[in-house]
């Protein structure tokens, strides 16, 4: 399950609560009566922690785990690949951060700011928050996935080379990550600092996944790679710039073989197109 998942559904959780404020607001499988906690829903007064609860307050469940997601046409989806539901809209989701976590973020930006001047006597256009693979690369059961989705090291290479010098750019990495030289890469955050760090920057760039739910959370613009394995139509926000491969195969939502047409995507949708964008 992903964070981008589990803040989707924050926007439904926050209306229920306003309707039965009386009641506990867990996420889970309604028909298993399981709930699950995500740290995506830590300080957010309208989701109960399902791990603490109140045994004298009425507890409502959502209905929404990985075998019931509203972008996916679970009837015409195959054991290869999905099929998407692009009679679903997203709604911007909602993250509530700590106070220590609007602190370290302030101080991340401003070691940004050092890391600039050391090597810039001018003025930066603005502040970019970057992510260039998923934490699942590698990941036994969505490895393949992932890498039809990935755009490729040396496309985000080749885009961050183009615009490092006008742009402060804060990368996101993880254990997975080839970071990029020249760009200000803090270590040691997880996932929610890394999200008080977007709130401090003017844009997102990466690829879909859950950074771009945080972008649209965060009322943030963003610059997304959807390839041609989703589409921007089931699950990109309007006021985002959402790059994606218009082919007769799009959107392939393979998932169990490496895709021919999602290396296509990669080669079609070039450095020049994303900068554009992000100029723009």
């Not at 959780?13 to 298993?32: C, D, L, S, T």
């Not at 992510?131 to 996935?145: A, M, R």
Request: net charge positive; hydrophobic share 30%.
């Amino acid at each position: 399950m992903g964070y981008g998942d589990d803040l989707l559904i924050t926007d439904l959780a926050a209306k229920i609560k306003k309707k039965y404020p009386e009641r506990q607001i867990v996420i889970g499988n309604f028909a298993k009566k399981q709930a699950y906690h995500s740290i995506i829903y830590d300080n957010n007064p309208n989701i109960s922690d399902c791990r603490n609860l109140d045994k004298n307050k009425p507890v409502h469940i959502i209905d929404y785990h990985p075998g019931n997601r509203p972008y996916i046409d679970y009837d015409k989806s195959t054991v290869d690949n999905y099929v998407w539901n692009e009679n679903f809209k997203p709604i911007p989701g909602e993250i509530y951060f700590s106070e220590k976590e609007k602190t370290d973020a302030k101080r991340i930006l401003k070691e940004s700011k050092i890391f600039w001047k050391k090597t810039n006597n001018y003025q930066y256009k603005k502040i970019i928050f970057l992510e260039t693979s998923s934490t699942k690369i590698n990941d036994k059961q969505f490895n393949i996935k992932h890498r039809n989705k990935d755009w490729g090291y040396e496309n985000w290479k080749n885009l961050i080379d183009n615009i490092k010098k006008d742009y402060l750019i804060i990368h996101s990495v993880h254990n997975k990550t080839k970071e990029i030289k020249g760009v200000f890469a803090p270590k040691n955050i997880d996932f929610r600092l890394a999200c008080a760090i977007m709130n401090e920057c003017d844009m997102y760039i990466g690829p879909e996944g859950g950074f771009g739910h945080v972008a649209a959370a965060l009322k943030k613009k963003a610059v997304l790679y959807f390839g041609g394995w989703i589409s921007p139509n089931a699950i990109g926000y309007d006021f985002h710039e959402n790059i994606y491969f218009e082919n007769k195969n799009s959107p392939c939502g393979k998932y169990r073989d490496f895709c021919d047409h999602c290396n296509e995507a990669r080669k079609q949708i070039t450095v020049s197109i994303f900068e554009e964008k992000i100029r723009k």
